[in-house]
């Protein structure tokens, strides 16, 4: 039980960290996307009120930042699965036992569900009158019954982090850097940002 209970712990802290450097790093790269973040956070709450994951309906660019952010960093590219009987898949047999690979990174840039997959654009997640648009393709914690257990609070935290960065600082290449490396390093399950600096400009 220990164990388990460390593995989701370290799990999720990892994964939260990573989406927010993915975060920080975009916030730099498209300064004129984080302009706009910055003003609908001050339009809707002001520089006093308290955070809550609930606000998220009231800043729909904000909250489609936030998901373009995941799903062009693609934190978690695979997820294994153990096949617990025979079973068969698009005519394909998979025998009980056989290791299977859900591909998360193919669905989060598939070119048929989104507009520019490789283009970091928030209005993925806008609809024509600018109102938040859930996305049936956008399944950063995978899907289907052994979907990440810990989607809920990851969620909430990115949220909170995310705006209190955001209403705090004002991020930005530091002097004599003009470019960043938006390329990830990707892993066997996994991608990380390149190493990069930015400066944290209190509000």
């Given at each position: 039980m220990v164990q388990s209970i460390t593995d989701l712990y370290t799990g999720a802290l990892e994964t939260t960290a990573t989406t927010l450097h993915?975060?920080?790093?975009?916030?730099?790269?498209?300064?004129?996307?984080?302009?706009?973040?910055?003003?609908?956070?001050?339009?809707?709450?002001?520089?006093?009120?308290?955070?809550?994951?609930?606000?998220?309906?009231?800043?729909?660019?904000?909250?489609?930042v936030l998901h373009e952010i995941q799903r062009l960093s693609k934190v978690i590219i695979t997820s294994f699965r153990c096949c617990t009987r025979d079973t068969e898949l698009?005519?394909?047999?998979?025998?009980k036992g056989a290791m299977t690979l859900f591909n998360i990174g193919s669905v989060l840039c598939d070119p048929k569900q989104w507009?520019?997959?490789?283009?970091?654009?928030?209005?993925?997640f806008l609809d024509d009158s600018g109102k938040f648009m859930n996305?049936?393709?956008?399944?950063?914690?995978a899907a289907g019954v052994r979907v990440c257990l810990g989607e809920k609070l990851a969620r909430t935290e990115l949220f909170i982090f995310f705006v209190s960065l955001m209403r705090t600082f004002t991020f930005r290449l530091p002097e004599g850097v003009e470019r960043?490396?938006?390329?990830?390093?990707?892993?066997?399950?996994?991608?990380?940002?390149?190493?990069?600096?930015?400066?944290a400009v209190p509000c």
């Open positions: 993915w975060a920080l790093l975009y916030m730099v790269a498209y300064p004129d996307v984080q302009d706009k973040v910055r003003k609908e956070l001050e339009d809707v709450l002001g520089s006093s009120q308290t955070i809550s994951y609930e606000d998220r309906e009231r800043l729909p660019f904000t909250n489609a698009h005519g394909f047999p998979i025998k507009k520019n997959p490789q283009q970091f654009d928030p209005t993925n996305r049936e393709a956008f399944l950063p914690f960043i490396n938006t390329q990830p390093i990707l892993g066997r399950i996994r991608s990380h940002p390149q190493s990069y600096r930015l400066c």
